[in-house]
């Protein structure tokens, strides 16, 4: 079969520093007026040495020399750490951003969904905003109107529908934007992580419609950073390691690999020595710290997780560690301490050694969280001996924890708890 | 680096549509035909490629929404709401009727002054709008640009077209003033639309520019307010043409704004019509649009990056 999108040797390369992206008149005014010498400078310069003739400055490479071909009716999914060039190469393909170098052959139609509710305008009402947001997105004004229904429907936003949006609660303007989204017909379909948004019921008919879409045979690309849909949904899969293509296959071997490959360095081993973290009072004591899950090295929702701090004293101590999971805002969740367990109180006392604390199954939603770490001896309860704010990040992913391919909401706070739920008729009530 | 963290191979490539192939891949039946060329080719270097008028067709529904979103958002939650189209040329007129008709007895061709300059006003006030709504219009809809493909051209395009509903509110006064002042309906009258469509180039095409301008220096949002005030005062708004020496009045002919008012107001008390003013005004105004189609074209494929 021939693809139905060819891409080859793509690249998008930014120039970083100071002088971007704004430029003053000024220098702009100063570069019209210094042109003509610019250009005889040039033409003195022989054809071959252009690269010689582009502006000094620092660049950044998002994409380098990606080529794949994609197969219609095929459902890519790419994954990788932020900053990979995922998005990069979305917006390359659905015309929002020009390559550097490269090109892509499309053979079909490219709709993309880069954001929910782009266009949407709070001042409008939700039916203005179904016309405004499609428009938007390429549907046609009758094509609007014919979907118009369905859409509302979909949403289940049918007596707001002549109420601003701005009135709505989030998740019905999310699910009036999707609603939108949903009803997308083009050849090749473009989104990026736009499930990650709605309650569960909502992320469910979210992904039974991108599937619906997969097997009218329509091609769509799926940028996402939730392994599970990304298993749930693709026929294949594209790992994407600074700005460059690192592998592509079958969606379950490529989210193990990167789970293995990606979160392993990034979760692993991080040097504290020279932490900036570190309080200005401790002794730096504690020289590293390991965080690792049983699970192939990711750190999935439910998981088993172990945080491992070596140290090294200049005077043998009974070590206390205090761990403290904080969100990415800065927000303590919650700490442990064998401080307060008294684990290790009668131990040994050690010059150098590691001090384990173990979560059998860590209670985090999936997201971003910081480590805080308090490093002490039981000889000396009054102070701790070194300190490490924001001593490691931690990475949660989602993972199938109910069996049910449904995913716990976010939304609803960090904190994941198993629940035991009896259901019984009013009578019987044991 | 082991193999398996070599860039990809072709065979690869073969591989992994195998593997999509067996899991959700459509049969080849139900599978739709594909063109034999490519529907869109995206590679680098593309500077001039046209204006793809046949693209800004396709997207004349989005053009209509958006100005109309537009139009109805620019009087949410005010009290007035609409009739704010109407009071800024009408307060202006007032003000400017006591000062320099009255005060300064500044010559109006012989018609009554309010009328005379509410003529000149409601033409430069839409001007003066869509110029300055489209030259913000780019940097305002920075959500969309980085967000979004359509043509950019339907951005600042919207913007010249909401402007235009209030003008055509702001006319139908000149038509009550008309009746109030006693001034005939001519056959000239006829030529309103035709000029409409003229101011609509001029401000087009600055709008245009102005806004491709501001995505890259955002000087042009400081810098436009200000020039639109002095180039208020290089047209002849408040004075008629015949007002500046008959040296000078060549100078003020390449404002395209010129010609355009001085059309208006024939067209409105049926004196002679300055054609050759209107045909001056007219070429400047389709130089201007052509050289900024250019300009917003060759600045187009940067925008999302320096948005």
Same mark, same amino acid.
Not at chain 1, 29 to 56: H, N
């Given at each position: 079969m021939r693809p139905i999108i060819k891409v080859e040797n793509l690249g998008k390369r930014y120039r970083i520093g100071s002088r971007q992206p704004y430029h003053t008149l000024r220098e702009s005014?100063?570069?019209?007026?210094? !042109? =003509?010498?610019?250009?005889?400078?040039?033409? !003195?310069? /022989? /054809? &071959?040495?252009? !690269?010689? /003739?582009? =502006?000094?400055g620092e660049y950044v490479d998002a994409l380098n020399e990606v080529s794949f071909e994609v197969q219609p009716g095929d459902v890519l999914g790419i994954i990788g750490r932020n900053g990979a060039g995922k998005s990069t190469l979305l917006k390359i393909l659905s015309r929002i951003t020009e390559p550097t170098t490269g090109q892509a052959e499309l053979y079909g139609r490219v709709g993309s969904l880069l954001e929910v509710g782009t266009g949407f305008h709070p001042e409008l009402t939700g039916r203005d905003n179904v016309y405004l947001s499609g428009a938007i997105l390429g549907m046609r004004r009758a094509e609007i109107a014919r979907k118009f229904d369905e859409i509302v429907a979909f949403a289940e936003v049918d007596r707001f529908i002549d109420t601003p949006v701005k009135h709505y609660s989030s998740g019905m303007y999310v699910r009036l934007a999707f609603g939108v989204a949903a009803h997308l017909e083009p050849e090749i379909l473009l989104v990026d992580e736009v499930l990650a948004v709605g309650d569960a019921a909502f992320q469910k008919r979210c992904l039974g419609k991108m599937g619906d879409v997969a097997r009218t045979g329509r091609t769509v690309i799926f940028v996402s950073h939730n392994m599970a849909s990304i298993e749930a949904l693709c026929s294949s899969c594209m790992i994407i390691k600074g700005g460059q293509l690192d592998a592509i296959g079958a969606p379950d071997e490529m989210v193990s690999r990167y789970m293995t490959s990606e979160i392993i360095r990034d979760q692993g081993t991080r040097d504290l020595r020279k932490h900036p973290g570190r309080s200005s009072i401790s002794t730096p004591l504690m020289t590293s710290v390991a965080l690792s899950s049983s699970e192939a090295g990711a750190v999935r929702i439910a998981a088993p997780l172990s945080v491992e701090a070596t140290f090294a004293a200049p005077h043998p101590v009974r070590p206390i560690l205090a761990v403290t999971i904080k969100s990415a805002h800065g927000a303590p969740i919650f700490g442990v301490s064998n401080r307060w367990t008294r684990q290790g109180f009668d131990g040994p006392a050690l010059a150098e050694g590691k001090i384990t604390c173990r979560f059998p199954r860590l209670p985090l939603m999936p997201g971003t969280y910081l480590l805080d770490l308090y490093f002490g001896d039981f000889a000396d309860q009054t102070r701790d001996l070194d300190v490490i704010i924001d001593? *490691?990040?931690?990475?949660?992913?989602?993972?199938? *924890?109910? &069996?049910? &391919?449904?995913? =716990?909401?976010?939304?609803? &706070?960090? *904190?994941?708890?198993?629940?035991?739920?009896?259901? /019984?008729s009013e009578g019987d009530a044991s | 680096m082991d193999a398996q963290e070599l860039p990809l191979s072709t065979s690869n490539i073969a591989e992994s549509a195998a593997v999509g192939g067996s899991a959700v891949s459509p049969s080849p039946a139900d599978a739709p035909a594909l063109p034999e060329n490519p529907v869109l080719v995206i590679k680098s270097g593309r500077r001039w490629m046209g204006l793809e008028?046949?693209?800004? $067709? #396709?997207? #004349?529904?989005?053009?209509?929404?958006?100005? $109309?979103?537009?139009?109805?958002? #620019?009087?949410?939650? +005010?009290?007035?709401?609409? +009739? $704010?189209?109407?009071?800024?040329?009408?307060? +202006?007129?007032?003000?400017? +009727?006591?000062? @320099?008709? #009255?005060?300064?007895?500044?010559?109006?061709?012989?018609?009554?002054?309010?009328?005379?300059?509410?003529?000149?006003?409601?033409?430069?006030?839409? @001007?003066s709008s869509a110029v300055t709504n489209s030259g913000n219009s780019l940097v305002g809809n920075a959500s969309l640009i980085t967000k979004v493909y359509f043509p950019r051209l339907v951005i600042p395009g919207a913007a010249v077209a909401a402007a235009l509903v209030d003008f055509i509110l702001a006319s139908l006064i000149l038509l009550l003033m008309m009746a109030w002042y006693g001034v005939s309906f001519t056959p000239a009258l006829l030529m309103f639309p035709l000029l409409t469509l003229l101011i609509t180039l001029i401000a087009l095409g600055t709008g245009m520019w102005m806004s491709a301008l501001n995505v890259k220096y955002r000087d042009i949002r400081y810098a436009l307010p200000f020039v639109l005030q002095l180039w208020m005062f290089v047209t002849p708004i408040i004075y008629p043409l015949s007002f500046v020496p008959a040296g000078w009045r060549w100078l003020l002919r390449l404002n395209p704004l010129s010609g355009a008012i001085a059309g208006f107001r024939a067209a409105i008390f049926g004196h002679p019509f300055p054609w050759s003013d209107v045909a001056i005004s007219l070429g400047i105004a389709l130089a201007v649009l052509v050289y900024s189609a250019y300009a917003f074209r060759r600045m187009e494929m940067q925008f999302a990056d320096i948005i």
């Open positions: 005014l100063m570069e019209t007026i210094t !042109a =003509p010498a610019r250009w005889v400078r040039r033409a !003195a310069m /022989s /054809s &071959g040495r252009q !690269a010689a /003739s582009k =502006p000094q001593a *490691v990040t931690l990475e949660v992913f989602p993972a199938d *924890v109910y &069996g049910t &391919g449904l995913l =716990p909401r976010a939304m609803d &706070g960090p *904190v994941f708890s198993d629940a035991e739920w009896i259901v /019984s | 008028l046949g693209d800004l $067709w #396709r997207h #004349r529904d989005l053009f209509f929404f958006l100005a $109309w979103r537009d139009v109805k958002v #620019r009087y949410k939650q +005010t009290a007035l709401g609409v +009739t $704010w189209a109407i009071l800024q040329p009408l307060l +202006t007129m007032v003000v400017f +009727t006591f000062f @320099f008709g #009255r005060l300064a007895k500044v010559p109006s061709d012989g018609e009554p002054y309010a009328i005379f300059s509410y003529a000149g006003l409601l033409p430069w006030n839409f @001007f």
